[in-house]
C-alpha cells in the first residue's frame, strides 16, 4: 500500500472530521437527536407520507447542508469531482441492499460509527465492525475472485 501525496489532505481531512463531529455534538445536545442519515432520511419520509411533521424542518436542512457542501466547495474554487464506476442499476441494487442492511443493524455506519461508537455503544461497535469486515470482504471478492 502506498499513499499517493499528490492527493494526501490531512488539513482537509482533519478539518472535515472536526466539522462532522461539532455537527453531530450540536445535534444531540440541541436537538436530542442522532446524526444517522438513514434514520434523518427515513423519518423525513414517514413524517411527509405519515400524519406527524413537526420534526421535518431540521430534518431537510441536515439532508440540505450535505448536498450543499460541495457545492459550496465547488464555488470556494475546490476541485469536486463525481465520478461513479457504476451504472444506474447497480446503483440502485446497492441503495436497496444498504437501506436493508441499516434497518437491519438499526442504523447506518455514520450512526453507528459516528454517534454510537463515540457515546460507548456496544451494539454500534459491533455492527461497525460488521460494516467494516463486510466492506473487506466485498473489495476482496470483487478484485481476488471474481477478477474486478
Known amino acids: 500500500m502506498s499513499i499517493d501525496i499528490a492527493n494526501f489532505t490531512p488539513g482537509w481531512s482533519l478539518t472535515g472530521g472536526l ?3 461539532t455537527a453531530v455534538a450540536v445535534l444531540v445536545l440541541f436537538n436530542g437527536r442522532i446524526a444517522g442519515i438513514s434514520g434523518i432520511l427515513g423519518g423525513l419520509v414517514s413524517a411527509l407520507f405519515g400524519s406527524q411533521r413537526s420534526d421535518t424542518g431540521w430534518r431537510v436542512a441536515f439532508l440540505a447542508g450535505l448536498v450543499a457542501a460541495p457545492v459550496l466547495a ?3 474554487g475546490e476541485s469536486v469531482v463525481l465520478d461513479i464506476g457504476a451504472g444506474w442499476g447497480q446503483l440502485l441494487v446497492a441503495g436497496f441492499l444498504v437501506g436493508l442492511g441499516t434497518r437491519y443493524a438499526g442504523g447506518c455506519t455514520s450512526g453507528h460509527g459516528v454517534c ?3 457515546r460507548g455503544s456496544l451494539r454500534s461497535v459491533v455492527a461497525t465492525a460488521t460494516f467494516m469486515v463486510a ?8 478484485r481476488h475472485v471474481l477478477g474486478g
Open 74 to 76: 465547488h464555488l470556494l
Open 19 to 21: 466539522a462532522i463531529g
Open 116 to 118: 454510537g461508537i463515540s
Open 135 to 142: 466492506g473487506f470482504l466485498t473489495v476482496f471478492v470483487y
